[in-house]
């Protein structure tokens, strides 16, 4: 299985700006064949982003889109109409969650929508700090993948790609912690058994699962060589041009 690193831009950069910092990313980087390297600018930087990116180093992801492929829904982005552009998309992040409101039905139709249209949806899932404390992390783990992957076939699961997310551990977040190996193997284990108990053991290991939360050059070795680890997805630190390279070296490292 390939080692994806995924960086998420959020709401950074302009158009233009898009553009010279995917050029100097591709400048920097070889073409590691075993290291899937994804970027998710913002919608309105696919278009000419397709245009731009050399496919052999990197691939791009949206950060959203809707679920329907067309009709009446006024300032959507579709996943027909990003068909083409784009060969990922990041769905159900919890930004998208707890600040836009995004439910797990939503977050469902979004990951058919995706397959529908043959993007590769990157499914986050994770707990929130209360939700932790509380004891709740397995049964938020369990629903937040359960629904995400109710409409998902055993022919469709191998597109999906599982991203653990702990909100506690996003950088961003007021207070963020980093998360331990041990925090991250137990969740990806109980990612793995689900997927396991819905699909079978064979088809459950070819699923990526990522981790995501405050990822910089110093940890991302640690993390990636927990066991079940597939990749990783980072905000902050892919908008700084050396730390996203660093990782996309150390990941190159660690993995092969
Ligand atoms: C994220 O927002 O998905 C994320 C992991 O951010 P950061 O790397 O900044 O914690």
Sequence with gaps: MKTYVVGNWKLNFTVGESSIYLHKIQKKIPNYRDIEVVVAPSTLALQSLSLQIDRHKMKLAAQNAFYRDFGAY?????????????DYCIIGHSERRYIFGEDDKTIQKKVAAALRNKITPILCIGETESERAFGETADVIRDQLMSGLSDVSEEEIEKVIVAYEPVWAISSVKGAKLAS??????????????????????TAEKVAILFG????????????????????????????????TDIINVAKRVKS
Excluded: C, H
Excluded at 185 to 202: F, H, Q, T
Excluded at 221 to 233: D, F, S
């Design 74 to 86: 006024t300032g959507e982005v579709s996943f027909e109409q990003l068909r083409g552009l784009v």
């Design 181 to 202: 190996p041990d925090e991250i193997g137990d969740a990806v284990k109980m990612i793995r058994e689900i997927l396991k108990e819905i699909y079978g053991a064979k």
């Design 213 to 244: 939360g405050s990822v910089n050059p110093s940890n991302a070795g640690g993390y990636l060589t927990v066991p079940g680890v597939n990749g990783l997805l980072i905000g902050g630190a892919s908008l700084i041009l050396d730390e996203f």
